[in-house]
Each structure stands twice: as structure tokens, then as C-alpha cells.
């Protein structure tokens, strides 16, 4: 490979990760920023709770994904979760070699983003909770039960793979050229509006982070800025791994799930007929 093509792809693969960096920054600003506002904010409201609710916190979640895939999507497609990008990997060809370097991207990408959340609501968050306790770690990363109802991290990791199966199931059904995808550039907004259904439906048992970046860089984020127990849940026990594992095993199978059920029987494009130009599209 000559010295021109090699820096060629190595700045291709730069400006893919700064696209993977700041399109997962964008959804820890708006999806951590407004968990703070209703849990922080909230609680120093009166009435109480007077700055949000679940509804609020799911929609939020949705636009940031919206609007981060929107930032990264023509540089590097905008997987923004590394759920995705190792299921694209696993069953859409996209080169192994660029796993590692995405989600370290979208990883790092979730730490700064939860960071600057962090420092934006610190005023709110000490009031709130002076501790720094279970009270508000759920602001960065998940819990079983949201940290109060009775589930287990085996019944949050079933959820977290149901979750995530669901979403990369929908993302490959609407992302795929051959099936009804969106046209006029809404597939972020569609991709969105799955992450909203999802919150509104599972997001019960484990918070949905259905992304492993989403879930480990503000957990990071939150330790190192006084949440001791960040890398546990309410029980005491070690948690961390599966806002991790699950969306993982889920990625795989939802994306299994639309290669084998959907994706083999969908059509291909006729080739155009002997003779004729290709007749143009509408």
C-alpha cells in the first residue's frame, strides 16, 4: 500500500471516529441532561417533580439519538452504540477491523458528554442529593428497577437483551435499502422514534440502555466525579457488566432474527430490461 492511500484511510477512519465521538456526545447531552433535570431539578421543584417525567426522559432519549445520528451519519453511518456496530460487523460486513475503534469512539464520546452534564448540573445534584448515593446515580447509568423495583441484575440483564434485540432488529429493517426504509433522510428521526417506543415500553426493568457505551462512559464519568458505588446496583452487587453484556447478546440476535425471518426473503432489484436504460425512479 503506498504512503498516499494508507494516510488517505487513516484520515477516512479519523473523521469516522470523530463522527462516532460526537454523535454519541450529542445523545448523553440531551438523554443524561434530562434525567438530571427530572430527578435533580425535579426534586427541588415545588411541587416536586414539576421539570419532567418518564414520558419527558423517553423523548429526550429519542431526539438525542435522532439528532446524534443526524451529526455522524454521512462520515461514518452513525452507529452510536457499540450494539450496533458489532452486529453490522456480525452480519453486514462491515470490517471487523473498525470494531475496536468505534466503540472506544462512542465510548469516549458517552464519557465527555455525561462529564459536561456532570459540571452543568453539579449546583442541582448536590442539593438534591449531598451524598452523591443510588439517589441520583441513575442520572448516568442504569439500575435494576430503576433502583426501586424488585428485579434482579438477571432480570435486568433478560431485559437489557430483549431491549436491545428489539432496536437492532427495527435499525437494520429500516436502514435496509431492499425493505420500506424512510426516504428523505428520515431514517435518524425514524430511528428515534424506536428509541422512544422502547423507553415508553421496556424501560422499566433496567432503564434501557440497550448501548454499552451509553451505560459505561457516564457510569465512568460519575465515579470519578463522587459516585463511589457507580459500579453497583442497589443490592450491592457488581452491575456494571450488563448494561454491557446484554445489549451485546441482544444486538446479535435481533440482528439474526431480521437476517434470517426478514431479510432472505426480500426481493432483489430486477435488472433492467436488454436494451433499455434504467428507467428513472417516481
Known amino acids: ?164 434485540a428489539i432496536l437492532v432488529l427495527l435499525i437494520f429493517a429500516v436502514t435496509d435499502v431492499l425493505n420500506s426504509a424512510p426516504r428523505a433522510n428520515l431514517g435518524p428521526f425514524i430511528t428515534g422514534l424506536i428509541v422512544v417506543a422502547i423507553g415508553m415500553a421496556w424501560g422499566a426493568d433496567a432503564g434501557y440502555a440497550i448501548n454499552p457505551a451509553r451505560d459505561f462512559g457516564p457510569r465512568l464519568a460519575s465515579y470519578i466525579t463522587g459516585y463511589d458505588t457507580a459500579w453497583r446496583d442497589q443490592y450491592g452487587n457488581f452491575y456494571f457488566w450488563v448494561p454491557i453484556v446484554g445489549p451485546l447478546v441482544g444486538g446479535l440476535i435481533g440482528a439474526a432474527l431480521y437476517k434470517v425471518l426478514i431479510s432472505r426473503y426480500l426481493p432483489m432489484p430486477a435488472p433492467p430490461e436488454p436494451g433499455r436504460a434504467p428507467a428513472p425512479e417516481g
Open 1 to 164: 500500500m503506498t504512503a498516499p492511500k494508507r494516510n488517505r484511510e487513516r484520515s477516512v477512519l479519523l473523521g469516522e471516529l470523530c463522527a462516532e465521538f460526537v454523535g454519541t456526545m450529542v445523545l448523553i447531552l440531551f438523554g443524561c441532561g434530562v434525567v438530571a433535570q427530572v430527578v435533580a431539578g425535579g426534586a427541588l421543584t415545588k411541587p416536586p417533580g414539576g421539570l419532567g417525567d418518564h414520558d419527558s426522559i423517553s423523548w429526550a432519549w429519542g431526539l438525542g439519538v435522532t439528532l446524534g445520528v443526524y451529526v455522524g451519519a454521512r462520515l461514518s453511518g452513525a452507529h452510536i452504540n457499540p450494539a450496533v456496530t458489532v452486529s453490522l460487523a456480525a452480519f453486514k460486513d462491515f470490517p471487523w477491523a473498525k470494531v475496536v475503534p468505534y466503540v472506544v469512539a462512542q465510548t469516549l464520546g458517552a464519557f465527555v458528554g455525561a462529564l459536561l452534564v456532570r459540571w452543568n448540573y453539579t449546583e442541582a445534584l448536590g442539593h438534591a442529593d449531598p451524598g452523591h448515593t443510588f439517589k441520583t446515580q441513575y442520572v448516568f447509568s442504569t439500575l435494576p428497577g430503576n433502583g426501586v423495583l424488585p428485579v434482579s441484575e438477571w432480570g435486568a440483564l433478560r431485559d437489557q437483551i430483549i431491549g436491545t
